[in-house]
């Protein structure tokens, strides 16, 4: 169940920087307030240009260790080597891991599930079109928190009837990281609201173990 009120995402092209600079933002407020999400949009992995529409070949295979092994810990899991930014990614993955688990604050990965298994995170966040809650859940486990993005009626309550834990709609204003997306502004965030509402309150989920949630995103922008 979510119970975190804030939703802190990292940039698409993230550093060791600004994980230090979440773990200045974290150690500000109380444990349990913030979850986090760690993208790597630029840092992406590679796919076979004879199958361009396939994903990578360990994603869902169970090859990926899910932790790094004490008695090699120079070692990285086998799919996440393919390229220098996977490691560049699993590596602040991992600095990123450490420092919300010391502030005791779950961590999900954007999209990934072979990297979130490798960091040993708490979950993923699916893209609208990308992989099913369902698959997530099956190669993560019941008790993996499983976030879906939506962007409109029908989206957000499929995303709420398919199971997931957490929704998020975007952008609610303009901003940097949705160039070229047209904003649905405050009203449009409470369309949607009403319809995740009736949608979470229709039965379709045990209210009880899996009450989902919704987090609107988008509008922050980076001072002058």
Do not use: W
């Given at each position: 169940?979510i119970?975190?009120?804030?939703y802190?995402i990292?940039?698409d092209?993230p550093?060791?920087?600004?994980?230090?600079?979440?773990?200045?933002?974290l150690?500000?407020?109380?444990?349990?307030?913030v979850?986090?999400q760690?993208r790597?949009?630029?840092?992406?992995?590679r796919?076979d240009?004879?199958?361009?529409g396939?994903?990578?070949a360990c994603?869902g295979h169970?090859r990926l260790?899910?932790?790094?092994d004490p008695a090699?810990?120079?070692?990285?899991p086998?799919?996440?080597g393919h390229?220098r930014s996977?490691?560049?990614?699993?590596?602040?993955g991992l600095?990123l891991r450490?420092?919300t688990?010391?502030?005791?604050t779950r961590?999900?990965?954007?999209d990934?599930v072979?990297?979130?298994l490798?960091?040993g995170?708490?979950?993923?966040h699916l893209?609208e079109?990308?992989l099913?809650i369902?698959?997530?859940?099956r190669?993560?486990g019941?008790?993996?928190?499983?976030?879906?993005s939506a962007?409109?009626?029908?989206?957000v309550?499929?995303?709420?009837?398919?199971?997931a834990?957490l929704?998020?709609?975007?952008?609610?204003f303009?901003?940097e990281?949705k160039p070229g997306?047209?904003?649905?502004?405050?009203?449009?965030?409470r369309?949607l609201?009403?319809?995740f509402a009736?949608?979470a309150?229709?039965g379709?989920?045990d209210q009880?173990?899996?009450?989902?949630?919704?987090?609107a995103?988008?509008?922050?922008?980076?001072?002058?």
């Amino acid at each position: 169940m979510i119970r975190e009120t804030l939703y802190l995402i990292t940039d698409d092209a993230p550093s060791l920087a600004q994980v230090a600079a979440i773990r200045d933002v974290l150690a500000s407020v109380p444990p349990g307030e913030v979850l986090v999400q760690l993208r790597g949009r630029r840092l992406t992995p590679r796919r076979d240009p004879a199958q361009p529409g396939r994903e990578p070949a360990c994603l869902g295979h169970g090859r990926l260790t899910t932790r790094r092994d004490p008695a090699q810990p120079g070692r990285e899991p086998a799919c996440l080597g393919h390229s220098r930014s996977d490691r560049a990614l699993y590596e602040i993955g991992l600095g990123l891991r450490a420092i919300t688990h010391a502030a005791g604050t779950r961590l999900l990965v954007n999209d990934r599930v072979d990297l979130a298994l490798a960091i040993g995170a708490d979950g993923v966040h699916l893209p609208e079109a990308g992989l099913s809650i369902t698959e997530a859940r099956r190669q993560l486990g019941e008790h993996a928190i499983v976030g879906a993005s939506a962007h409109d009626r029908d989206g957000v309550t499929a995303k709420v009837q398919q199971g997931a834990d957490l929704i998020t709609v975007s952008p609610v204003f303009a901003t940097e990281s949705k160039p070229g997306q047209t904003p649905i502004g405050l009203a449009g965030l409470r369309a949607l609201a009403d319809v995740f509402a009736r949608a979470a309150n229709s039965g379709a989920q045990d209210q009880s173990t899996r009450a989902p949630v919704l987090f609107a995103l988008g509008g922050i922008v980076r001072p002058e």
